[in-house]
């Protein structure tokens, strides 16, 4: 079953997906959170399909668009990185309250800065999830949102001193002035239940320090799973099922 849903956090309307399976009461919950530029379907789909799939194992998933992102209320240029936290938290007593939903079992799910999100509400809120999941998390935000940048030939300065435009998204002045003291790793400390990390070992944007520093950070309660030749967003379908079955193993092991 899949229901349209919305959340009023502050001023603005964020719009999602809340998607079950038909039959029982009380299902596990993955949060999943999308990242810089994206919506609550990510690149190439890659959320809806794996809600597919999470509804096929008996697990719900619930999966926001951001304020400033896909149909969401708000503009791009006012999203902030603890905007979308906030935002996270409410998405999170949001589904403790679905009747539906197993609130001692859910999970959180972020991708790139999505997944940067997903840490520091771990790290915020360490008791109330079964698990974390990790998919190329941009835990050195400032330095991976430069690569974005760069790659899509966007021109700075990325100081906090004005907007700048990337590919149709103007992003905030806030935005680059936050990057500048944000300390995504500390952020996440806090949480000391099981986590999945999945990364592409030819990943652009996130770096192999990246994955190294929330290896130091989780230590053996992390389960790390690189995906050799795969890029940022796991675009082929063998990186993606590879992606979506350990994903899978990780829940069924840790989340139930």
């Known amino acids: 079953m899949i229901n349209h849903v919305e959340l009023l956090v ?8 809340l998607q079950f399976p038909d039959e029982g009461e009380k299902f596990p919950l993955v949060i999943l959170c999308h990242g810089f530029t994206g919506s609550r379907g990510e690149t190439h789909g890659i959320f809806v399909k794996f809600s597919r799939i999470l509804c ?30 906030t935002e996270a938290s409410a998405i999170l007593d949001y589904a403790k309250m679905l009747h539906m939903v197993d609130s001692e079992r859910i999970v959180v799910l972020g991708q790139s800065m999505g997944g940067a999100v997903a840490g520091a509400l771990a790290g915020c809120r360490p008791d109330e999830l079964a698990g974390l999941i990790l998919w190329t998390p941009a835990g050195e935000l400032k330095d991976t949102i430069l690569r974005v940048m760069e790659l899509f030939g966007a021109k700075g300065p990325f100081d906090g001193s004005t907007d700048v435009d990337c590919q149709g998204n103007l ?12 300390d995504v790793f500390s952020m996440s400390e806090g949480y000391v239940g099981p986590v999945l990390l999945v990364w592409g070992t030819n990943d652009v944007l996130v770096h192999e320090q990246c994955v190294t520093r929330y290896g130091e950070i989780y230590r053996e309660n992390m389960e790390y799973k690189p995906i050799v030749g795969a890029s940022h967003g796991f675009e082929s379908v063998a990186w993606e099922t590879d992606l979506f079955n350990s994903t899978m193993d990780f829940l069924l092991k840790n989340g139930r």
């Not at 502050?10 to 997906?17: A, S, T």
């Not at 992003?171 to 944000?182: D, H, I, K, M, N």
């Open 10 to 17: 502050g001023d603005y309307v964020l719009r999602g997906m």
């Open 56 to 85: 096929e194992n008996g697990w719900a998933s619930l999966r926001f668009d951001f304020s400033g992102s896909g149909e969401s209320d708000g503009t791009f240029s006012g999203a902030t990185f603890q905007s979308e936290l």
């Open 171 to 182: 992003v905030g002045a806030p935005f680059f002035s936050e990057l500048q003291t944000v």
